[in-house]
Structure formats: C-alpha cells, structure tokens
C-alpha cells in the first residue's frame, strides 16, 4: 500500500497500516472499524481527565464563539490566559510563581533553557550556559529540549546538537557534583523529570532529587524540574516537585495541563528567576510564540483543572497506582518480568532482555488494551477516570502477553 499523506511521527515513512482512532469515552477509545480499547497510556500520558468530557468541550466552544484567537506579544492580553496563569500559579509548589505560556512541552523546555541562561546573563554571569541533563531521559524534539534528552538514538540523523548541555547518568549525583565543579561558574541548571517518563518510567532513587537541589544551591545552578509527564496529578500531588517534597526553581509543563484537548505547555518560574527578570524595567524579554496564550487552548486548561479539583481526580491516581503496584509486583515476584517500577499513577513493566516489548504491546492491542511499548519496557498510564474493572483488564491481558520464557 502507499504510504498517506499524513507523514506520522515516531513512525516508519514507509508505513502504510495505522490504526485510526474516531472517538473516546472516559478510559476507553474506538477505532474506525468499530473495535473498543482501554486506553492505558492516557493518549500520550496526557489524558488525565479521561476522553470526551463536556465541560471542557463546553469551556473551549463558549471561548471561541467570544474569542478565538488573538496573540498575547507586547502590550496585549485576553482573559483565559491571566486566568490559567494564575490558576497554575496558586497550585505551584513554590510562592511567588510567575507562568510563560507555550503551546507544547519540547516548547517549555526549549524555554526553560532560555530563561535559564538569560537570567544568568542579566544577573551579570554571562558565562553560565551549560545545561545539565540526563541519560536516560526525555524532554521533546526542538533542538534544545532534543539535545536535553537522553536518548541519543533521538539525536539521529538531525546534525549538532544545541551547545553546551552535558549528560549524565539518571542516578549518579556524583556525575552531576563532577561537572558542577570541573566547570566552575559555567553551568547555568541542571534538568531534570521527577519520574522519568519516556526514557523507561523510572522514578527517582531516595533523597535524589533533594540532592539535585543541594547541589544547585551550592554551586550557583538553577533547578528545572521537567514536569510535562508529571504534573497536574499524575503522582497524586499536582506537581511531582510537590510529591517528592523538591523546591526547583522553574517547571515546565504540558500535557495534563488540558488534559490533551488541546495544546498547551509552559513555564512556572519562582522568585530567584523572575526577581531577575523583573529587575529592569526597559527590559524586553524576546522569546514566545504566536499561540502562546492562545485563549480556546486556556480555556481547555482552566476547565481541566476544575474537573481534577472538583472531581477530586488526584486522590483518584493514587487509588489507580496502589492497584497497578499490587498487581505489577507480583509479576516480578513471580519472575514473569525482570522489574516492575513506578509511583503515582505511572507504572511500568520491564520485560526479560530477550522480549520484544512491541510483540507485547501488539498482543495487548488485539485484547483490546493500549500500552506504551519503550524497547522492552511496557509502559501504563491510565486516566484517572479509569475503573477498577477497565484496570483489572489491563493487567490480565499484560500477564497473557508477557512471554513465559522470556523469550520474544
């Protein structure tokens, strides 16, 4: 067959065979050939709300039939955009929060970075621009946030890196110590997810993340805690700062920020950077988007954060993770995969070496369930509107799935 038009992300040009999803309800999404899956990725870890839900239907119509669109450069604004700030800014696990609006999370990093080396710069230290980041991790495909992620077989094909970000393994602090004090007075932050999300849903080791703090304070770094996956409830908290009990100096965010409906990402940044920002009144700060502040995108935000606060859909994913760790744990017990890891609601399976987690993840499709297959990690990350059944389901079609011997 020839391939469409549609050339489709993260996929072979050359494929011709998709499956082409028509609607959703709650935790469950349909094909154009009639048949049902329970969505357990939430989309693409974003769906938190769960699919088809009114009031954010009803919330982006009523905004776009007052406006649909209008640019927030310079002197002007609209409603929803001032609203969803300080809506994000009053849930920020920090005081004093200021939010820059993107429409994506590769967007809020590659802003992050910015920001981070600008405020630097403006605070008289120009020579700070190195970004640390880790290995493995994921942060998004603009060059910036690309050359943040680490997973170098993403890096393929696409040329020189943005300069001076250095990799580090996930877990070693004294990798992270080691640049900071070979490179004294360069390093601009260290970036970091609080659970990995994409690089094989890997959460952090005890104290890591404090530490991460520790050493930024140290030795003069910001802390950029990429919160893209996490935030907005996926761990239970509405930040994964706020899980783990982390101060970063600026987050960024996307997905569940509208719960996928529409796009949205941005930057939450505390006192240490807008304090810097702020300082000189003639300043003008040269970065944004056209959609940045987009009112129909804000509107979805504004009114998914309703439903996760009113709907009380944070308590929700913890109850979906302590099902998901029970059940899960027992199949490493069992010795059916090699580990099981998560926390909150994003939980992961890693198979035996010799499996292949894509045969995995076709043979969870014709049971009528979607998983994330990340090389022979299975990944899930429902939403929270999931039920217990729908879950129960998920599990048992992973455990028919997983090869018995290991083998692919």
């Not at 809020?108 to 700070?128: C, F, N, P, Y």
């Not at 998004?140 to 050359?147: H, N, P, R, W």
Request: charged share 20%; hydrophobic share 45%; proline share 6%.
């Amino acid at each position: 067959m020839t391939p469409p038009h549609f050339l489709h992300p993260f996929a072979r040009p050359a494929a011709s065979d998709f499956i082409s999803i028509v609607s959703g309800e709650g935790a469950t999404v349909r094909d154009d050939q009639g048949r049902s899956y329970v969505d357990a990725l939430a989309g693409l870890w974003y769906c938190n709300v769960g699919h088809g839900r009114a009031e954010i239907v009803g919330a982006v119509t009523a905004q776009m039939k007052q406006l649909a669109g209008f640019h927030t450069f310079d002197i002007f604004s609209n409603p929803a955009a001032d609203e969803v700030s300080e809506l994000i800014a009053g849930i920020a696990p920090f005081p004093n929060a200021r939010v820059f609006l993107t429409s994506s999370g590769s967007e809020a990093v590659d802003s992050a970075i910015k920001i981070a080396r600008l405020t630097h710069m403006l605070d008289g230290r120009s020579e700070r621009r190195v970004v640390i980041s880790r290995t493995p991790s994921y942060h998004g495909v603009t060059y910036g946030a690309l050359a943040a992620t680490g997973l170098p077989r993403n890096h393929f094909g696409f040329g020189e890196m943005l300069a001076d970000v250095v990799p580090v393994p996930h877990a070693d602090l004294d990798a992270v110590e080691r640049v900071l004090t070979e490179r004294p007075g360069e390093v601009a932050a260290v970036i970091a997810e609080p659970v990995i999300g994409g690089g094989g849903v890997r959460p952090p080791l005890p104290g890591y993340l404090q530490g991460l703090r520790r050493l930024c304070d140290d030795h003069g770094a910001l802390l950029i805690l990429d919160e893209v996956i996490c935030g907005f409830g996926r761990l239970g908290a509405w930040w994964g700062a706020e899980h783990y009990g982390v101060r970063p100096d600026m987050m960024t965010f996307a997905k569940g920020a509208t719960s996928g409906y529409l796009p949205l990402g941005g930057v939450v940044m505390g006192t240490k950077v807008r304090q810097v920002l702020e300082a000189d009144d003639s300043f003008v700060l040269r970065h944004g988007h056209t959609y940045s502040g987009h009112p129909a995108a804000c509107a979805a935000a504004i009114a998914s954060i309703s439903l996760l606060r009113d709907d009380a859909l944070l308590e929700q994913a913890s109850k979906i993770g302590k099902r998901l760790a029970a059940a899960l744990h027992d199949f490493a017990d069992e010795g059916l995969v090699a580990e099981t890891r998560g926390v909150g609601a994003i939980w992961a399976v890693e198979l035996h070496p010799n499996a292949d987690g894509k045969k995995v993840r076709d043979s969870m499709l014709e049971r009528g369930v979607i998983v994330r297959a990340l090389d022979n990690v299975i990944a899930l990350c429902p939403p929270f509107v999931i039920s217990d059944s729908e879950l129960d389901h998920c599990v048992e079609a992973l455990a028919e799935c997983i090869p018995k011997d290991g083998a692919a």
